[in-house]
């Protein structure tokens, strides 16, 4: 028997971020859990070829972690008994080292996980990464990719926040109500940023990575549930459903990106979209609007759309602008260039991209390059979809981006 | 239980309260730590003298060497601690809240490095 290295890949990126949550729990520190999650996935290089990938891939690795974390500890408990005790994240209720408690307590171990890693006394580029290291399983040089700074930075920004969620004993645990909403915050960032990681893919030859947009939906649902009083739980949903909703036809018969004005609406997903539609609805009435319940109603309106032709841009720049407002940032700011873009044509999105400062980022560079073409300047839309190129380390995106070069000929 | 340096920090020449306001600020920085007590998460507590007061000896080469002032030239510096003992980051982060509350100062929290003593 043998094991396809993608189906592993797929285990891995499925089931490592469960498995570390549910390790931290009963080992009680972060280091050991990704150690021990990393070595129950060699043994499972070793094993699975000969045995089979196990039912339960996720069950398997938790409970091989669990006991060579275990085998571990015992070889080093004489020795190091009393480091070991000083290092040991705090638990308020700790589970006997030996017991994994009920294996339907993941999605608890997942939200103590990622309410950990969003704590406000970690700055917030030490929430996304530990989240989407831990929870995501995400390589350090992938979550460097994916926020443009190079990896060593990364590192060390992990090892730090881990370093003082240990010094300082932090909680393994779910917020009481009345914290939760300010510890939300940070929470709903993070999530977003792993299904825009997941839904487009910082590296490799996956311009989709399905494993980290369903875990963030996954996440995002368990969340909306938990906190019914807190719109922007739902907003968030509502727009990683609708964004999702446009999966089955962002990718053409080869792999390669098709664009939402050349997508197939028809392979769009019904179902996704009523549902993101209910839950905007039902959020939306709580009267109390914020960055996810805009771009989840900018979603809609695509969404509403039968054909590209017939979007409604002038209501998508109206909610780009209310949501400048709310948050004013780079990214919002070239999202709304591309709808003035639509709505006004390619002069007025050349003015509105003069004002945003992103040179590192290759969507910038794709947008003026796709506006400089529409205004008939072919050989400054050349340069810049060069410079695009350059700066882009998808291998679908570049594929989609050289079709463009050569498309200007 | 993990023990918390609280350290409250002062604009060195703000203008003093007026007598009024401080004995409001000293009434309820007495209350917070009463309420510390009760809850068994006092461990110490002091306030400082102005840190213009302060002197750094050096004495690593064997040579002594004194420098009038404090260690850091700051605009802000600690105007007094309190040590506590909490289940978690969380709980020392409520004191603080209430500590920085009653006294209208930043507080500072840092856990000290490894198990307290028994």
Redesign the interface.
Known sequence: MSLDPDEFAAIYRREAGRCTATLVRVLGDIDQAEDAVADAFAVAADRWPADGVPPNPGGWITTTARNRAIDRLRRESTRHAREREAMTLHDPAPDPPADLGDLDTVPDDQLRLIFLCCHPALGADAQVALTLRLLGGLATAEIARAFLVPPPAIGQRLSRAKRKIRDTHMAYRIPAASELHQRLGPVLATIYLIYTEGHSASAGDDLLRPALTSEAIRIGRTLAALVPGEPEAAGLLALMLLTEARAPARLGEHGELVRLADQDRSRWDRVLIAEGHELLRGCIGQNRPGPYQVQAAIAAVHADASTAAVTDWAQIVTLYDHLQRLCPNAVVALNRAIAVMEHRGPAAALDALDEIDLPAYHLFHATRAEALRRAGRDGEAADALRRAIALTSNAVERRHLEAELAGLG | M?QYLLSVFQEEGAEPPSPGQAQMIMARVAAVQEEMKAAGAWVFFGALTDASSATVVRAAGGEVSMTDGPYAEAKEQIGGFTVIEA????E??EWARKGSEACLWPVE?R?F???PPA
Request: zero cysteines; a negative charge; charged letters at 15%.
């Open positions: 993990p289940a978690d980051l969380d020392a982060l929290v856990p490095l490894g198990a």
